[in-house]
């Protein structure tokens, strides 16, 4: 059975280039860039390369992009790197209530520390409350705004130039967690006045292992990964240079395709979603209908569980993945889609689907033909049947 990818949201495959452009890497050019002999030595002058490439992807300097290892080292450099600049007792962070567990993990661990953290709404089309926002930045002074570009579950965009902007007219250190946007859209840090931003190579077709930290020149951080010069003191450890050079490649491959892509997808992802809700009675969208990353797609169903859904959908070859989280034997329905206050109904039931470039129409096509059956079935053995004898909320 062929594997039909629905699931780019949670990570992506290597684009054929990328690996090409990272072999040489494991095997002729395997010397430690930091290394006196010429071996090790020429292999930084692709480190500086692949720097100097990712640094274009995000019209920002060279000086300002830090290699990680993932997006979740990204998000807890710029938080707790912050933190440790202003301590935790004189600390106040404003967030959203939707943010990746990479964000809102660390901050609320610097919480329980001692920090103030304010967590802003979102309304029911999952658009940030920028009320709430500016009443936050209003009271005593905010030390760190740390609010997501996208959302990975609803693709909800967030307007982070107007974000950063109104977070800098009250002083306070702005990161942004790009991990969904970058290579979906444009992202210039000449234009968005972000002091610090994340992105994660494996959701742009780059491997996973690999992250980019942009820290603005004059930033004040604390180093968190703490070891040797590496990264001009700001991360230590031996540089993963296949993965750089493969996060480079990946980079430049997704600022070519961008535009083209981000029509197709977009194309796709419209005849998807009104294909399902033409079909498949009591389903809705979970997520602003134009301010939305083009590639994302949450729907639930109502009455039926996400899990389910996911579980009969793979015995069909696809992949979606669920807002629901099974955690200690109970299905926890996802922070972001209760954050909505999507009804009871249709919160568990919710599924996310994400393309890519490499999604065809013919894999539109074979879901609109399957699920609705899925659907159905699921249904009818649903001990809720279609609402009548829905359990109450406690
Ligand atoms: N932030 C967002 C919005 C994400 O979607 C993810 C991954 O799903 C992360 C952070 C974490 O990225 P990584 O898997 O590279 O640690």
Same mark, same amino acid.
């Given at each position: 059975?062929?594997?039909?990818?629905?699931?780019?949201?949670?990570?992506?495959?290597?684009?054929?280039?990328?690996?090409?452009?990272?072999?040489?890497?494991?095997?002729?050019?395997?010397?430690?860039?930091?290394?006196?002999?010429?071996?090790?030595?020429?292999?930084?002058?692709?480190?500086?390369?692949?720097?100097?490439?990712?640094?274009?992807?995000?019209?920002?300097?060279?000086?300002?992009?830090?290699?990680?290892?993932?997006?979740?080292?990204?998000?807890?450099?710029?938080?707790?790197?912050?933190?440790?600049?202003? !301590?935790?007792?004189?600390?106040?962070?404003?967030?959203?209530?939707?943010?990746?567990?990479?964000?809102?993990?660390?901050?609320?661990?610097?919480?329980?520390? !001692?920090?103030?953290?304010?967590?802003?709404?979102?309304?029911?089309?999952?658009?940030?409350?920028?009320?709430?926002?500016?009443?936050?930045?209003?009271?005593?002074?905010?030390?760190?705004?740390?609010?997501?570009?996208?959302?990975?579950?609803?693709?909800?965009?967030?307007?982070?130039?107007?974000?950063?902007?109104?977070?800098?007219?009250?002083?306070?250190?702005?990161?942004?967690?790009?991990?969904?946007?970058?290579?979906?859209?444009?992202?210039?840090?000449?234009?968005?006045?972000?002091?610090?931003?994340s992105i994660s190579?494996?959701k742009l077709h780059?491997?996973?292992?690999? !992250?980019?930290?942009?820290?603005?020149?004059?930033?004040?951080?604390?180093?968190?990964?703490?070891?040797?010069?590496?990264?001009?003191?700001?991360?230590?450890?031996?540089?993963?240079?296949?993965?750089?050079?493969?996060?480079?490649?990946?980079?430049?491959?997704?600022?070519?395709?961008?535009?083209?892509?981000?029509?197709?997808?977009?194309?796709?992802?419209?005849?998807?979603?009104?294909?399902?809700?033409?079909?498949?009675?009591?389903?809705?969208?979970?997520?602003?209908?134009?301010?939305?990353?083009?590639?994302?797609?949450?729907?639930?169903?109502?009455?039926?569980?996400?899990?389910?859904?996911?579980?009969?959908?793979?015995?069909?070859?696809?992949c979606v993945s669920?807002?629901?989280?099974?955690?200690? !034997?109970?299905?926890?329905?996802?922070?972001?889609?209760?954050?909505?206050?999507?009804?009871?109904?249709?919160?568990?039931?919710?599924?996310?689907?994400?393309?890519?470039?490499?999604?065809?129409?013919?894999?539109?096509?074979?879901?609109?033909?399957?699920?609705?059956?899925?659907?159905?079935?699921?249904?009818?053995?649903?001990?809720?049947?279609?609402?009548?004898?829905?359990?109450?909320?406690?």
């Amino acid at each position: 059975m062929n594997t039909i990818y629905f699931d780019n949201n949670a990570t992506t495959c290597v684009a054929p280039e990328v690996r090409d452009a990272m072999l040489p890497f494991f095997d002729s050019l395997y010397g430690n860039p930091s290394s006196m002999h010429a071996f090790g030595g020429q292999v930084m002058r692709y480190v500086n390369e692949a720097r100097e490439r990712i640094a274009a992807f995000l019209h920002a300097d060279p000086s300002e992009i830090i290699f990680t290892s993932c997006g979740t080292e990204s998000d807890n450099y710029a938080i707790r790197g912050t933190a440790e600049v202003f !301590g935790t007792q004189n600390l106040k962070i404003i967030t959203s209530r939707v943010e990746h567990p990479a964000v809102l993990g660390p901050c609320r661990r610097l919480k329980e520390m !001692g920090a103030k953290l304010i967590e802003i709404p979102v309304d029911s089309h999952g658009n940030l409350d920028l009320d709430a926002y500016q009443e936050a930045l209003r009271g005593s002074e905010t030390k760190l705004v740390t609010i997501m570009w996208a959302n990975n579950e609803t693709g909800v965009i967030f307007p982070i130039k107007q974000i950063a902007e109104l977070a800098k007219a009250a002083g306070a250190i702005v990161h942004t967690d790009a991990v969904q946007v970058a290579g979906k859209i444009p992202l210039d840090m000449r234009d968005v006045p972000v002091d610090m931003l994340s992105i994660s190579g494996h959701k742009l077709h780059a491997p996973k292992g690999i !992250g980019i930290f942009f820290v603005r020149k004059g930033t004040r951080l604390r180093t968190q990964q703490i070891g040797g010069h590496q990264e001009s003191g700001r991360r230590g450890g031996t540089e993963n240079v296949p993965y750089i050079v493969g996060m480079a490649k990946a980079c430049e491959l997704a600022e070519a395709t961008m535009a083209e892509a981000t029509e197709r997808e977009r194309r796709l992802r419209d005849k998807l979603e009104k294909g399902l809700l033409a079909t498949c009675p009591d389903a809705r969208v979970n997520g602003d209908s134009e301010n939305r990353l083009a590639n994302t797609l949450n729907i639930s169903f109502e009455y039926i569980e996400g899990e389910a859904i996911t579980y009969h959908m793979s015995d069909l070859g696809i992949c979606v993945s669920t807002g629901s989280a099974c955690a200690s !034997g109970s299905l926890e329905p996802s922070h972001v889609i209760r954050a909505m206050g999507v009804p009871f109904t249709a919160v568990h039931g919710s599924v996310r689907f994400s393309l890519s470039r490499y999604t065809t129409e013919e894999e539109v096509d074979y879901v609109l033909r399957e699920m609705p059956g899925v659907i159905r079935k699921l249904r009818s053995l649903s001990p809720f049947g279609k609402g009548d004898k829905l359990p109450v909320e406690l």
